[in-house]
């Protein structure tokens, strides 16, 4: 049996694919989470200060 291939394009709505990339980047963090590679909040804030000058 031969194996068959193409290529597919498809438009997506904008506000569409930015969910879906944004529920991608929420996946992460909370695999991260899981994972135990968290950062203690007050430490996390005070590095944003520092790095912006805030």
């Given at each position: 049996?031969?194996?068959?291939s193409a290529?597919?394009?498809?438009?997506?709505?904008?506000?569409?694919?930015?969910?879906?990339?944004?529920?991608?980047?929420?996946?992460?963090?909370?695999?991260?989470?899981?994972?135990?590679?968290?950062?203690?909040?007050?430490?996390a804030f005070?590095?944003?200060?520092?790095d912006y000058?805030?």
């Amino acid at each position: 049996m031969a194996t068959k291939s193409a290529n597919l394009y498809a438009r997506i709505e904008p506000d569409v694919k930015e969910k879906a990339e944004f529920h991608e980047e929420l996946e992460k963090g909370y695999a991260d989470m899981q994972a135990g590679r968290t950062k203690n909040a007050k430490k996390a804030f005070a590095d944003i200060r520092k790095d912006y000058g805030l």
